[in-house]
């Protein structure tokens, strides 16, 4: 699971302004913040041998993240083409000279160019962060004029052409359906083909969980015959096509079922030529490995993407659980749901990362402490793991994270068969928490003029904190109740006692089920949610926080910050909530409004949130928390969520969990707080998402080089025009 920072601070104080309210969620500002990833300390002091396993495994890594264009809208591959066809002809200076001649003016092509990076960052025309879609901020017939007199217009007129004519009008359209992500009527989804409803999704989940196929690679295509009766395609990514090969797992999957009456066909072969790439490069970086760990979970990587097998990418997993403190860190894979609309399809993403030894210092001790911490959550011990499987935990500097954006931690693989028997890892991404996350006093909305200073001190820190907690003991904690194929249980049905009903258990997964399976499209933000509380309770604890090294007070100061950070990040998150569809667009936002609600509920003046007017005259808002009042009146009732979020998960409780996560989640206008009005306060105080510019690597001769470039637009875009040209096979 990733971990996206709360109530992110980003450059634009501007875009508010510039415009009806409606426009500015689609595009993205001028004067969008940029920052560059600094790993330079990092990569000095790599061997050579481990440079040239970071090398190839970022070229992995950076051809994978091109099924992310894939997975994400119809026009998302076209537009990526068009642009790289663009920039690799004419750099974005030359560009310029070019755009400007053909009378836009500099506000216009900036406007060109941070739509572009806005591509490259999230792989794609829709945020990573919202599921929103954005488009350029000029006129649409201006930048047709410069992509048709472009020098790539001149090199390779029909193409560039062609990818307008496909591209163009889709780039700019902002008719509802295809304002969001969504299934269906709701939004626009290529997971899914576009005839598909949530019905069908519900079916195929079903089907696959008879045939006990994840649906993490996997795309949904549906075809209505001539009578009207449906058909459907279930497409594993894999290398391998139709062509018969040598028989493997996958091999006896490949066929037509009928699955309640309805046909169902599992072919594979999705993303073939982008995972080929992969996989050249994955065998490369294998004569590298710097253990035979390493070397296993590279080639079960390769299985998997060649043959399409999930089984094979867990085997992979547990040689890359088994390889503790490597110098440098990656995986690679399907792996979060976050962006499936029914959140069981995963999302291509790779990094690769170096291991930065005084924070990992600080996880270990963390980690060393876990046992202990874990008796401090608020369920009973037959509702936690029956054994502890000590993780690694280490702080990263990324060098390359490809995929629609870059978390600020993760705690992986998310196989819950393995979380439950083999373990996990946890990272902390220390590099991208430097940048991403830095603070700006006047860029801070919704926050006490006394509370600002404070709060900038110690967001940093506090963060580092609540990170270490939520990969490590939220999402490293809890029991899954389990009957396998065999019908034994994997807790004792006679003696656990459900702690909210006081009865035995009722309910539990059953053979094949999964907790995204079964909580589908609640099942990301509720672990997030039950993640983030765990992180605010346990920093409570005095132990928790002189292993980073905060005492006295200090320490009340961080855990101060730590929670007004939370209870600010849930009404900044009424941005991410769509109240035409009365749906959440974000995991994590969700999640933090929901510990809002729970937070506002305990009453006592804990969380007071007021409706004012700014200085600019317009409508503002002002969150307040008593620190007085966190450990008697917060604790207590996060303590009460957090054991029903825990006991609804371990037994399966579908229903429950829904009636509780979804009662907390409903946003409505409804007094003291007025959530649908705030939300126009919030959309009109708004922060743009900072862009991240990533570094390269260049191999000439066997010596592997580190590009970096600067912290602008421009500078992003020519980072991506430095990747491998995967649409001429370029590769090294």
Same mark, same amino acid.
């Given at each position: 699971?990733?971990? %996206?920072?709360?109530?992110?601070?980003?450059?634009?104080?501007?875009?508010?302004?510039?415009? %009806?309210?409606?426009?500015?969620?689609?595009?993205?500002?001028?004067?969008?913040?940029?920052?560059?990833?600094?790993?330079?300390?990092?990569?000095?002091?790599?061997?050579?041998?481990?440079?040239?396993? $970071?090398?190839?495994?970022?070229?992995?890594?950076?051809?994978?993240?091109? $099924?992310?264009?894939?997975?994400?809208?119809?026009?998302?591959?076209?537009?990526?083409?068009?642009?790289?066809?663009?920039?690799?002809?004419?750099?974005?200076?030359?560009?310029?000279?070019? $755009?400007?001649?053909?009378?836009?003016?500099?506000?216009?092509?900036?406007?060109?160019?941070?739509?572009?990076?806005?591509?490259?960052?999230?792989?794609?025309?829709?945020?990573?962060?919202?599921?929103?879609?954005?488009?350029?901020?000029?006129?649409?017939?201006?930048?047709?004029?410069?992509?048709?007199?472009?020098?790539?217009?001149?090199?390779?007129?029909?193409?560039?052409?062609?990818?307008?004519?496909?591209?163009?009008?889709?780039?700019?359209?902002?008719?509802?359906?295809?304002?969001?992500?969504?299934?269906?009527?709701?939004?626009?989804?290529?997971?899914?083909?576009?005839?598909?409803?949530?019905?069908?999704?519900?079916?195929?989940?079903?089907?696959?969980?008879?045939?006990?196929?994840?649906?993490?690679?996997?795309?949904?295509?549906?075809?209505?015959?001539?009578?009207?009766?449906?058909?459907?395609?279930?497409?594993?990514?894999?290398?391998?096509?139709?062509?018969?090969?040598?028989?493997?797992?996958?091999?006896?999957?490949?066929?037509?079922?009928?699955?309640?009456?309805?046909?169902?066909?599992?072919?594979?072969?999705?993303?073939?030529? *982008?995972?080929?790439?992969?996989?050249?490069?994955?065998?490369?970086?294998?004569?590298?490995?710097?253990?035979?760990?390493?070397?296993?979970?590279?080639?079960?990587?390769?299985?998997?993407?060649?043959?399409?097998?999930?089984?094979?990418?867990?085997?992979?997993?547990?040689?890359?659980?088994?390889?503790?403190?490597?110098?440098?860190?990656?995986?690679?894979?399907?792996?979060?749901?976050?962006?499936?609309?029914?959140?069981?399809?995963?999302?291509?993403?790779?990094?690769?990362?170096?291991?930065?030894?005084?924070?990992?210092?600080?996880?270990?001790?963390?980690?060393?402490?876990?046992?202990?911490?874990?008796?401090?959550?608020?369920?009973?011990?037959?509702?936690?793991?029956?054994?502890?499987?000590?993780?690694?935990?280490?702080?990263?500097?990324?060098?390359?994270?490809?995929?629609?954006?870059?978390?600020?931690?993760?705690? *992986?693989?998310?196989?819950?068969?393995?979380?439950?028997?083999?373990?996990?890892?946890?990272?902390?991404?220390?590099?991208?928490?430097?940048?991403?996350?830095?603070?700006?006093?006047?860029?801070?909305?919704?926050?006490?003029?006394?509370?600002?200073?404070?709060?900038?001190?110690?967001?940093? %820190?506090?963060?580092?904190?609540?990170?270490?907690?939520?990969?490590?003991?939220?999402?490293?904690?809890?029991?899954?109740?389990?009957?396998?194929?065999?019908?034994?249980?994997?807790?004792?049905?006679?003696?656990?006692?459900?702690?909210?009903t006081g009865e035995q258990i009722q309910s539990w997964y059953r053979s094949g089920e999964t907790w995204d399976s079964k909580f589908s499209t609640i099942a990301s933000s509720y672990e997030e949610c039950r993640a983030e509380s765990v992180g605010l309770y346990l920093c409570l604890h005095p132990e928790v926080l002189e292993i980073f090294g905060f005492e006295g007070a200090d320490a009340e100061d961080v855990i101060y910050v730590n929670w007004l950070n939370m209870v600010r990040a849930g009404l900044l998150a009424l941005e991410f909530y769509t109240p035409e569809a009365s749906n959440w667009r974000q995991a994590h936002m969700q999640a933090r409004f929901v510990i809002l609600r729970v937070l506002l509920e305990a009453g006592e003046g804990l969380v007071t949130i007021t409706p004012t007017t700014g200085s600019d005259g317009r409508p503002d808002a002002r969150v307040r928390l008593d620190r007085s009042k966190i450990r008697s009146v917060g604790k207590p009732?996060?303590?009460?969520?957090?054991?029903?979020?825990?006991?609804?998960?371990?037994?399966?409780?579908?229903?429950?969990?829904?009636?509780?996560?979804?009662?907390?989640?409903?946003?409505?206008?409804?007094?003291?707080?007025?959530?649908?009005?705030?939300?126009?306060?919030?959309?009109?105080?708004?922060?743009?998402?900072?862009? *991240?510019?990533?570094?390269?690597?260049?191999?000439?001769?066997?010596?592997?080089?580190?590009?970096?470039?600067?912290?602008? $637009?421009?500078?992003?875009?020519?980072?991506?025009?430095?990747?491998?040209?995967?649409?001429?096979?370029?590769?090294?």
């Amino acid at each position: 699971m990733g971990e %996206p920072e709360a109530g992110s601070e980003f450059a634009n104080g501007a875009a508010a302004a510039a415009g %009806p309210m409606a426009d500015t969620q689609y595009i993205l500002p001028n004067d969008i913040g940029v920052s560059s990833l600094d790993c330079r300390e990092a990569f000095r002091l790599l061997s050579p041998t481990e440079r040239l396993y $970071a090398h190839h495994l970022s070229r992995a890594a950076w051809y994978g993240g091109l $099924a992310v264009l894939l997975q994400t809208s119809p026009e998302a591959p076209y537009i990526y083409a068009l642009l790289s066809r663009l920039f690799r002809a004419q750099d974005p200076d030359q560009l310029r000279q070019h $755009a400007l001649a053909e009378g836009l003016t500099e506000e216009e092509y900036q406007a060109f160019l941070v739509y572009a990076a806005g591509v490259y960052s999230n792989m794609g025309n829709y945020k990573s962060f919202g599921d929103t879609k954005f488009v350029p901020n000029l006129p649409k017939e201006k930048l047709e004029q410069v992509i048709l007199g472009s020098e790539a217009a001149q090199q390779h007129p029909e193409e560039v052409r062609g990818l307008w004519q496909t591209c163009g009008e889709l780039m700019f359209s902002l008719e509802p359906r295809l304002q969001h992500l969504g299934l269906g009527k709701e939004g626009i989804t290529t997971y899914f083909s576009g005839n598909c409803t949530m019905e069908d999704a519900k079916l195929a989940q079903d089907f696959l969980d008879s045939q006990n196929l994840s649906a993490y690679n996997t795309r949904l295509f549906k075809e209505v015959d001539g009578e009207g009766k449906p058909h459907y395609e279930v497409r594993l990514a894999s290398v391998l096509g139709s062509e018969p090969s040598l028989d493997s797992e996958m091999t006896s999957k490949l066929k037509s079922y009928e699955f309640r009456g309805s046909p169902f066909q599992v072919t594979r072969g999705d993303y073939a030529p *982008i995972l080929q790439k992969v996989v050249e490069q994955l065998e490369k970086a294998k004569v590298y490995a710097a253990n035979s760990h390493q070397g296993q979970m590279l080639a079960h990587y390769i299985e998997s993407f060649t043959q399409g097998s999930i089984e094979a990418h867990k085997r992979g997993s547990r040689f890359w659980i088994q390889d503790k403190g490597p110098i440098v860190e990656s995986y690679i894979g399907f792996i979060e749901s976050y962006r499936d609309p029914f959140g069981s399809r995963g999302e291509f993403e790779g990094f690769v990362a170096v291991v930065n030894k005084a924070m990992s210092a600080k996880f270990e001790r963390l980690v060393a402490s876990a046992e202990q911490l874990l008796k401090e959550l608020p369920w009973p011990p037959a509702f936690e793991k029956d054994k502890f499987l000590t993780p690694d935990f280490t702080s990263l500097d990324v060098l390359t994270f490809a995929g629609s954006g870059i978390p600020a931690g993760i705690n *992986i693989p998310n196989y819950d068969d393995l979380r439950q028997t083999e373990g996990f890892k946890n990272v902390s991404l220390g590099n991208v928490l430097a940048v991403a996350y830095a603070t700006q006093r006047e860029k801070l909305t919704f926050l006490e003029e006394d509370d600002k200073d404070l709060y900038i001190l110690w967001k940093g %820190p506090s963060f580092d904190v609540q990170v270490g907690l939520h990969e490590l003991l939220g999402h490293g904690s809890g029991k899954l109740f389990v009957q396998d194929e065999k019908g034994a249980f994997n807790f004792d049905q006679e003696t656990v006692i459900n702690p909210e009903t006081g009865e035995q258990i009722q309910s539990w997964y059953r053979s094949g089920e999964t907790w995204d399976s079964k909580f589908s499209t609640i099942a990301s933000s509720y672990e997030e949610c039950r993640a983030e509380s765990v992180g605010l309770y346990l920093c409570l604890h005095p132990e928790v926080l002189e292993i980073f090294g905060f005492e006295g007070a200090d320490a009340e100061d961080v855990i101060y910050v730590n929670w007004l950070n939370m209870v600010r990040a849930g009404l900044l998150a009424l941005e991410f909530y769509t109240p035409e569809a009365s749906n959440w667009r974000q995991a994590h936002m969700q999640a933090r409004f929901v510990i809002l609600r729970v937070l506002l509920e305990a009453g006592e003046g804990l969380v007071t949130i007021t409706p004012t007017t700014g200085s600019d005259g317009r409508p503002d808002a002002r969150v307040r928390l008593d620190r007085s009042k966190i450990r008697s009146v917060g604790k207590p009732a996060l303590e009460r969520f957090l054991r029903r979020l825990q006991v609804l998960k371990s037994t399966g409780d579908v229903a429950g969990g829904r009636a509780l996560y979804e009662g907390y989640a409903a946003v409505t206008d409804a007094p003291p707080e007025c959530f649908l009005t705030l939300r126009d306060t919030v959309l009109l105080r708004k922060e743009s998402r900072k862009l *991240i510019v990533q570094p390269n690597t260049r191999l000439e001769d066997s010596d592997v080089q580190l590009l970096e470039y600067e912290a602008s $637009a421009a500078g992003l875009i020519r980072s991506f025009c430095e990747h491998p040209d995967a649409w001429k096979g370029g590769s090294d």
